[in-house]
T-cell receptor, first 113, second 113 residues
Framework: AQSVTQLDSQVPVFEEAPVELRCNYS??????LFWYVQYPNQGLQLLLKYLSGSTLVKGINGFEAEFNKSQTSFHLRKPSVHISDTAEYFC???????????FGKGTRLHILP | NAGVTQTPKFQVLKTGQSMTLQCAQD?????MYWYRQDPGMGLRLIYY???????DKGEVPNGYNVSRLNKREFSLRLESAAPSQTSVYFC????????????FGAGTRLSVL
């Protein structure tokens, strides 16, 4: 069965420092991978996605993620964070033909001044 | 440009009361979903509907019922609310040309006393 593991429940980082949010998945078949962001008191919105092709995908607000099939990872990175990046970030996976998207438990990004 | 609309935004119930959470999407999507979000638990799927006229249980269906009224609307009903159902509920839909992307409503904050 497919699953998604976000290794850190909370990540504190200083403003303008780089950040990496880790995500690993398990699946025996090809998958589509996503990162969603949830700002305080809002719903989730898509940050970026990997469907096929280049393993480095770029999303909104300067975020990018790299798909690594051998390590079954899809880590999210940003070279310089801003206070406005304070949010919860969810990694998600879906099988090519499955109708259910599986979410990780989320990582709260705290930006320190 | 409404996307996924949930009503109400906030609700307080007493134990044993019933209520229906409404969800509508205007993107002509086939699939619709109900999730609950609790601290440290991420998003958990309650029920989903892959197409009009079909519904299936998700990870945590007990205590809930759903109705896919038509292609646009997917409602979630609590027949006899319990304090354990205090949560934030999100509706989502998926389909169309970017069919693997899920779009979320803004959420309903429910408190059961």
């Amino acid at each position: 069965a497919q699953s998604v593991t976000q290794l850190d429940s909370q990540v504190p980082v200083f403003e303008e420092a780089p950040v990496e949010l880790r995500c690993n998945y398990s699946s025996s078949v090809s998958v589509y991978l996503f990162w969603y962001v949830q700002y305080p008191n809002q719903g989730l919105q898509l940050l970026l996605k990997y469907l096929s092709g280049s393993t480095l995908v770029k999303g909104i607000n300067g975020f990018e993620a790299e798909f690594n099939k051998s390590q079954t990872s899809f880590h999210l990175r940003k070279p310089s964070v801003h206070i406005s990046d304070t949010a919860e970030y969810f990694c998600a996976v879906i099988l090519n033909r499955d109708d259910k998207i599986i979410f990780g438990k989320g990582t709260r990004l705290h930006i320190l001044p | 440009n409404a996307g996924v609309t949930q009503t109400p935004k906030f609700q307080v119930l007493k134990t044993g009361q019933s209520m229906t959470l409404q969800c509508a999407q205007d993107m002509n999507h086939n699939s619709m979903y109900w999730y609950r979000q609790d601290p440290g638990m991420g998003l958990r799927l309650i029920y989903y509907s892959a197409s009009e006229g079909t519904t299936d249980k998700g990870e945590v269906p007990n205590g809930y019922n759903v109705s896919r009224l038509n292609k646009r609307e997917f409602s979630l009903r609590l027949e006899s609310a319990a304090p354990s159902q205090t949560s934030v509920y999100f509706c989502a839909s998926r389909g169309g040309t970017g069919y693997n992307i899920q779009y979320f409503g803004a959420g309903t904050r429910l408190s059961v006393l």
